[in-house]
T-cell receptor, first 116, second 109 residues
Framework: DVKVTQSSRYLVKRTGEKVFLECVQD?????MFWYRQDPGLGLRLIYFSYDVKMKEKGDIPEGYSVSREKKERFSLILESASTNQTSMYLC???????????????FGPGTRLTVL | ELKVEQNPLFLSMQEGKNYTIYCNYSTTSDRLYWYRQDPGKSLESLFV?????AVKQEGRLMASLDTKARLSTLHITAAVHDLSATYFCAVVSVRDMRFGAGTRLTVKP
């Protein structure tokens, strides 16, 4: 079974704090993704990575950065947390094959972040 | 740019009834996924639809794909309470994968 784990299920931080969200996958997937999920807005892609040390901006990268130093680990960083970053954060991973493009994504359990 | 529209966003139905969730998308697609999310939990893959006319069924759920109409449907037959969840479609086009906003389904006794 593919396993994607996230470091925390619930997190409460204060405005201005630096926040790290960690994601680890155990299936040797090339691709890893960070989404945020808000009611009525579905999943919005923040950043993704298709290889170690590679990253691409998604639809809403402002206020976030990412790090991928090892293939299995993808970190999302909120440099200075703000209240509008209160959300559910979902990490996902997938294989990528050039001939077929993006593949099924496997999701972690999510981190519900509250910024006070 | 690939855009995915799902409707309805909210669906309340009685047990035993049938209903359909729709997923429309804006550009040519290679494949389409349906995911389920239970409250407080993460997304789990239900179906992958790979070609025009593809149909997949699992229990009371049946998904189909019409690539010419750029439309996928998720049909629920004789709904039961256990089907209460949020359902997402995800559309793949070239190197892009986009999710719909989700349909929150509530099945009432």
């Amino acid at each position: 079974d593919v396993k994607v784990t996230q470091s925390s299920r619930y997190l409460v931080k204060r405005t201005g704090e630096k926040v790290f969200l960690e994601c680890v996958q155990d299936m040797d997937h090339e691709n890893m993704f960070w989404y945020r999920q808000d009611p009525g807005l579905g999943l919005r892609l923040i950043y993704f990575s298709y290889d170690v040390k590679m990253k691409e901006k998604g639809d809403i990268p402002e206020g976030y950065s990412v790090s991928r130093e090892k293939k299995e680990r993808f970190s999302l960083i909120l440099e200075s947390a703000s209240t509008n970053q209160t959300s559910m954060y979902l990490c996902a991973s997938s294989f990528f094959r050039l001939e077929v493009g993006p593949n099924e994504q496997f999701f972690g359990p999510g981190t519900r972040l509250t910024v006070l | 740019e690939l855009k995915v529209e799902q409707n309805p966003l909210f669906l309340s139905m009685q047990e035993g009834k049938n209903y359909t969730i729709y997923c429309n998308y804006s550009t040519t697609s290679d494949r389409l996924y349906w995911y389920r999310q239970d409250p407080g939990k993460s997304l789990e893959s239900l179906f992958v639809l790979l070609s025009n006319g593809a149909v997949k069924q699992e229990g009371r759920l049946m998904a189909s794909l019409d690539t010419k109409a750029r439309l996928s449907t998720l049909h629920i037959t004789a709904a039961v309470h256990d089907l209460s969840a949020t359902y997402f479609c995800a559309v793949v086009s070239v190197r892009d994968m986009r999710f719909g906003a989700g349909t929150r389904l509530t099945v009432k006794p």
